[in-house]
């Protein structure tokens, strides 16, 4: 139902305390079964599910950091660019002119 709910409502304003509220389990007993059965963290699962759907927008609009950034449920293009950059090895712009080469 977690799993459910993350990839669902990924650009809502999630963290530990929502999830644990919202599925009545004390936060390090969410935590250390989540890292257990899928393995990471709830909130570094999170982070990879906006990066997916950031990375699949950058390639398939012509839409801005910025507006990229807040649909995926980032707080600012900035931190969305540094995320990014460090999970990715590359900023979200050279990654989009990475992808749009390739496809051509």
Do not use: C, H, W
């Not at 969410?30 to 909130?43: M, R």
């Not at 293009?77 to 950059?85: E, H, Q």
């Amino acid at each position: 139902k977690i799993l459910d709910f993350l990839n669902t409502n990924f650009a809502d304003n999630i963290t530990l305390e929502v999830l644990s509220k919202m599925f009545f389990i004390p936060k390090p007993t969410l935590t250390y079964n989540f890292k257990k059965y899928v393995g990471k963290s709830p909130i570094d699962f999170l982070v990879d599910v906006r990066l997916t759907k950031a990375k699949q927008m950058l390639v398939s609009t012509k839409k801005g950091l910025e507006e990229i950034a807040y649909l995926n449920g980032f707080s600012s293009a900035n931190y969305f660019g540094l995320i990014f950059k460090k999970r990715e090895g590359l900023s979200p712009l050279n990654y989009r002119k990475n992808q749009i080469n390739k496809q051509y």
